[in-house]
């Protein structure tokens, strides 16, 4: 367990029952906090995780919500805090992907991807924050992706969202620094999930020989530093990008 304590304080993470959200879940749990976690699609691992919560003594609230439907968000940040009675952090987590070269990406695929990643950030953040401002208190890490600093063929809408994110990071700080308000991002590298399993070997391969400390990231390295940045410890530190890729971007 980390050495962080989080207790008493109450956490919503978006995307929060799978990968690299299930785990920054459980991670802030372990250290102390009760945890809201949002899931778009799978119910069952969103009870999974609920259950892993509530058997480390925490209390855990799940709800479905698509974070691109601002009723919806609004509803749910509500519920949210009428049972917690505060939120102190959000985890910005929620992520999907529509691969293509960009002669051949539709439209569609370019709104859904950032309806999703860009926009469901916004909503969240912004629903979330007239509570923040109420109790003057607040920690905010956003998601990226070392390829919203580096670019990535076939994946100029994913890019785009997590480039964005940084920018929609910044301004948060900016606006909200005087109200105790922070926030960060991490962009996480080549991470041992579900999606990466599912990559041809030789894909892998190609990925390893770019990364300087030659293995596969795993979910826990996020989640450790998701923790840090919402802990006492990182007071200080707001607007800052944290590149976790094992040195995949120094090639």
Known sequence: MLNIDLTGMKAIVTGGSRGIGRQISLTLANCGADVA?????????????????????KKVLIFKCNVSDEDGVKRTVDEIYA????IDILVNNAGITKDNLILRLSSDEWDKVLETNLKGAFLMTKHVLRYMLKDRFGRIVNISSVVGLTGNIGQANYVSSKAGLIGLTKAIALEYGTRNINANVIAPGFIDTKMTKSLPEKIKEEFLKRVANKRIGKPEDIANVTAFLVSPLASYITGATIIIDGGLSLG
Do not use: C
């Open 83 to 86: 049972e917690f009675k505060k």
């Open 37 to 57: 976690i949002l899931y778009a699609f799978n119910a069952e691992a969103a009870r999974e995780v609920e259950s892993e919560i509530i058997n480390k003594g």
